[in-house]
């Protein structure tokens, strides 16, 4: 009994150990992925705040502002991320405005009001979007750039992943416990013939200190007699 409780002891700790390790585990992955999934679509942002300040230093000096808004709107057809983006410039004057954009009315900074780049994450008409606004220049003249993209499937995926923790996490951990209890039921019991034999051992150490001391108490009344038991003495008696 005694040792099946220390088997379940051991197995409690170790349960213990595990779980607070999972969890830290669990909470370090998803922020990680969170992190990861992040990182992606800010670099997808970039990469299109590139391609509209690229766009518009090979098209903006030769077409009008009709035809920039027409040029704009087949570039965000065929560009990645879809259409939405809006271009300002330093008066306030839109080049382009995405229709999802101009019906939420999301408002943009003025170039002179945008000292840095900037991510912002907002929710429009029930969806989350994440945006990226950055001053440009093209032509002497500067320019402020929005871009957005649409961050349903990022936080459907991160949801999923969560799940999986969730469900995984009870799994690992019970059959974490059940192992944890079969190696300490199985190394238990050596560990208990080892300590009875340590005991026992000690025991008979006793024994034989005690026997001597005995003996060298009975043999102190003769020191002749000291060296017949004990062999190795120098007795002060002669011969």
């Not at 093209?138 to 990022?154: I, N, R």
Request: hydrophobic share 45%.
């Amino acid at each position: 009994m005694k040792g099946g409780s220390i088997g379940f002891r051991l197995a409690a700790w170790y349960c213990a150990v595990f779980a607070l390790g999972l969890a830290a585990f669990g909470v370090a992955a998803w922020f990680a992925m969170r992190a990861s999934i992040y990182h992606a679509i800010d670099d997808e942002l970039r990469d299109r705040i590139r391609g509209v300040t690229l766009f518009m230093e090979n098209q903006i000096s030769a077409l009008s502002l009709p035809e920039i808004r027409d040029e704009f709107r087949e570039h965000s057809v065929l560009g990645p991320g879809g259409d939405l983006f809006q271009v300002c410039d330093q008066s306030g004057q839109w080049l382009y405005r995405s229709v999802p954009l101009e019906n939420a009315n999301v408002t943009i900074a003025l170039p002179a009001s945008l000292p840095a780049s900037r991510f912002q994450d907002m929710r429009i008409e029930n969806h989350r979007l994440r945006f990226y606004s950055q001053r440009i220049a093209v032509h002497g003249k500067e320019y402020t750039v929005q871009v957005a993209s649409l961050m349903t499937e990022a936080y459907e995926a991160l949801e999923r992943f969560r799940l999986i923790l969730l469900l995984a996490a009870p799994v690992l951990l019970l059959v974490a416990s059940a192992g944890g209890y079969w190696l300490s039921t199985r190394a238990l019991p050596r560990w208990t013939l080892f300590h009875e034999w340590r005991n026992e051992s000690a025991s008979k150490t006793w024994s034989s200190a005690s026997a001597c001391r005995r003996r060298e108490t009975n043999c102190s009344v003769c020191p002749r007699l000291s060296t017949r038991c004990f062999p190795g003495w120098l007795s002060p008696c002669g011969g």
